[in-house]
């Protein structure tokens, strides 16, 4: 990264074009850095509870809740996080404006963060890869597959494992000295960072296909509920969206390797977005089948009651309105005489169909447990006297309503 042709000699009086200075890219990722960082929290929050909530059964793994899956997504939590937490710190010494218009110090600790986030990202994705890898284990364990998928998926950890140690060793020795990667003054030698950023975008999508590629065969022949088929689908679809990330993060880089190479702070920012987005990606996708149960649970106490309770008060209001527009009809309109009924028998099935049709289905009643409606019969029986005394219709009773019109025709 040669600071000597984006940056002035101490002493040059630098000269800008108009709004040079001015120039901030640093907003956007602000704000989506805030948003990655605050899904990945939750994303692990949400799998843990989720565990929480299901029943143990003795299984090839025990009788345990959690298991390596589990583990290595909780590990990569950190390194995601700390990621972002580099790059705020980055962003406030000036990451997003011209390297030209920065403080020397400031774009040397740029650089020195820089670096260190490098690592912080190597081993984000090494745990998510790997936390993939440990799922499909525990989906599909090795007395219920063959052993080419046995074979496949440990050669799969070991792509993976060579991917990190490779890539850590590379943009750790890319400099000679090692403080040359942050401090391009010092005398020494540097390879070329774009082409280390190339080579570990494009091997990092192929690890990718192949972890998405293993279990496709077992797919197609699983017997599993569907709860279970949709939280794999959704896997997928994510880890293709990692893949999607990878190749936009690949395709930044390739456009953007000249420029950046001579104002990094500024050109670097595009491609940083993908970098960012990356590990919460992949994080959330490898999240997302275990939070079934928490979503299950989610719905059955809190989003279907709520909606019971708002379907009842609409319910409500619509009656309310009703009887007022009659009411208001009755006191304007043609004078109504009403009558009502006794002795009439009244079905409590009946009326909890009238009031709740919402959960009167079997399968809507077994997500939600709710008690089968019990058939009681009962006699209301309404005397001239009760009507006389309170006007109002008694509760389950029957209300019959006959117009009379009273007209005097002339005699002839």
Known sequence: MPIESSHPSPGAVPEFPPGYTEEDRSYGLYIFSIAMTVITVLAILARFWSRTLTPTSPDCFGTTRFWWDDWTA??????????????????????????????????????KLFFAMYFLYDAAVFLTKMSALFFLTRIFPKHASPTWFHYSIWAAHFINIAWFVGATLASLLLCNPI???????????????????????????LIDSVILIIPIPKIWKLQISRARKLGISVTFILGYCAIVVSLGRTAFTFRDAEAVSTDITYELVPPLFWSSAEGTVLL?????????????????????????????????????????????GETQGTPRTTYRLGNN??????EATELGTYHSMDSRREILDIPSIQTNYFEASISVDDIEADPRPPVSGIRV??????SQVPST
């Open 74 to 111: 909780l590990a990569s939590a950190p390194f995601i996080i700390a990621q972002h937490g580099l790059l705020f710190a980055m962003l406030n010494l000036g990451l997003g404006h011209h390297a030209a218009v920065l403080p020397i110090d400031d774009l040397f600790s740029i650089f």
């Open 284 to 328: 959330l996708g490898i999240c997302l089948p275990a939070m079934l149960p928490l979503g299950r649970h989610m719905f059955t106490y809190y989003f279907s009651p709520l909606a019971c309770k708002v379907s009842q008060l609409l319910s409500t209001r619509g009656t309310e309105r009703r009887e007022s527009k009659n009411t208001h």
């Open 345 to 350: 028998k009244i079905s409590s099935a009946s």
């Open 401 to 406: 309503e006959h117009t009379f019109a009273v």
């Open 179 to 205: 403080d040359k990667n942050w401090d391009p003054t010092l005398p020494g030698t540097c390879g070329t960072r774009s082409a280390i950023w190339i080579g570990c975008a494009v091997t990092a999508v």
